[in-house]
């Protein structure tokens, strides 16, 4: 790696470019997402996501980066070396581990996915954070989840604090994106899967009876709940009990209980 160009200016153009990718609007102009870390860069490879570009620094990584900076020259990626200085620009964490790349972005849509009408899709909708997004990115391939659908407008899976919130997930689990939630819970419920919404005040506790068979679950916006065009197409509704004095959970809570919940059920019955 020895012949691979240096930067030493974090007003390169190359550098102030991946920068500016922590903006939505950047990341789909230029069509590419930044990944960090060590174990978030082999998942992507092994995943066989797109590498773009890799930014090395040799002064900062170890025997890992080293080895991830020959994988993703290998897998594609355009190899830079870098400066700490530089490195410490382009990494958001604390402590730079002397790699960042990158990435193509990709998402399926709806029509792509093939159901069987067994799977668990979760249909998240409108929502606005992105640590949020992550996490329920994560619980959705812990569980075998066959999708993450997403009703726009909706907090973009690609955001930086998403894809570390995901902690790789985000290569592993289809994404889906659409515009028009009617029309993709219609396809959901065309693919055999039965729509289940979530609701703190309605619906059957812990979903008892709702997760024998393949299902669309809908976890609403943080404030607002599931929006008003997407609340006739639901065919039950669920609900988690509180038995303290908390108003509500957190989306990503309440999702990931009623995601393992729904897997719990389904390992019983197989």
């Known amino acids: 790696m020895a012949d691979t160009p240096l930067i030493t200016s974090r007003q390169n153009r190359r550098i102030v470019e991946v920068r500016k990718l922590a903006e939505r609007k950047n990341r789909q102009r230029s069509g590419r997402f930044l990944v960090e870390g060590v174990k978030l860069l082999a998942m992507g490879l092994q995943a066989g996501a797109s590498p773009i570009e890799a930014f090395y620094c040799p002064k900062q990584a170890g025997p890992a980066a ?13 190899l830079l070396e870098v400066t700490p200085e530089v ?21 399926r849509s709806p029509e792509e996915l ?9 249909v998240v909708d409108r929502l606005q954070d992105p640590g949020n997004l992550g996490t329920l990115i994560r619980t959705a391939d812990a569980v075998g989840a066959a999708a993450v659908a997403l009703v726009e407008p909706c907090v973009d899976p690609f955001d930086p604090k998403t894809v570390r919130g995901s902690m790789g997930s985000l290569f592993h689990v289809p994404l889906v994106r659409s515009a028009d939630g009617p029309a993709l819970l219609a396809g959901l419920r065309a693919g055999g899967l039965r729509v289940v919404g979530t609701d703190a005040q309605i619906g059957v506790d812990w979903g008892a009876g709702l997760w024998q068979r393949g299902v669309a679950l809908i976890l609403g916006n943080e404030a607002r709940g599931i929006s008003p065009d997407l609340r006739p197409l639901v065919d039950a509704w669920a609900r988690l009990p509180i038995a303290g004095r908390a108003e509500s959970l957190n989306v990503a809570v309440a999702g990931g209980v009623l995601m393992y919940t729904w897997l719990r059920e389904r390992e019983r019955h197989t």
Do not use: K, N, W, Y
């Open 87 to 107: 490195m410490d620009a382009l990494a958001e964490r604390d402590a730079a581990e002397g790699i960042v790349a990158t990435f193509a972005l990709f998402e």
């Open 66 to 78: 080293t080895r991830i900076a020959r994988d993703l020259q290998a897998a594609g990626a355009e």
């Open 114 to 122: 093939r159901l069987s009408g067994s799977e668990l899709v979760l």
